[in-house]
């Protein structure tokens, strides 16, 4: 079974920069596209990036579009999330999912979720 496990979170300032990883163990993800989801603190999970499975095709949440850029690096069976420009609104537990299409961009998609990473941003 595959498992993916995030890192990457901490503390961060306004108008600063995080980068997230997102490793998969027992397993390659090479045929599978990855998501980023997040979910602040009494509020529902919200959808943040999809990756296709070779990285050519990415789409975003409006909330993050143009500051957050997925990627990934199949050799390393590993995908990530650059985060710029953060605000308070970003602070929330990050979650990496993997699944087989990138038209699956709701949280009821997914069956299987990591602990996830916090980020905390502060203004």
């Known amino acids: 079974q595959v498992q993916l496990e995030e890192s990457g979170g901490g503390l961060a300032q306004a108008g600063g920069s995080l980068r997230l990883s997102c490793v998969a163990s027992?397993?390659?993800?090479?045929?599978?596209?990855v998501a980023w989801f997040r979910q602040a603190r009494g509020k529902e999970r919200e959808f943040v990036a999809i990756?296709?499975?070779?990285?050519?095709?990415?789409y975003y949440g409006d909330s993050v579009k143009g500051r957050f850029t997925i990627s990934r690096d199949n050799s390393k069976n590993t995908a990530y999330l650059q985060m710029n420009s953060l605000t308070p609104e970003d602070t929330a537990v990050y979650y990496c999912?993997?699944?087989?299409?990138?038209?699956?961009?709701?949280?009821?998609?997914?069956?299987?979720w990591g602990r996830g990473t916090q980020v905390t941003v502060s203004s």
């Open positions: 999912v993997r699944g087989p299409s990138p038209a699956l961009t709701r949280p009821s998609d997914y069956r299987h």
């Open positions: 027992g397993g390659n993800i090479r045929s599978d596209v």
């Open positions: 990756i296709g499975n070779r990285g050519g095709y990415t």
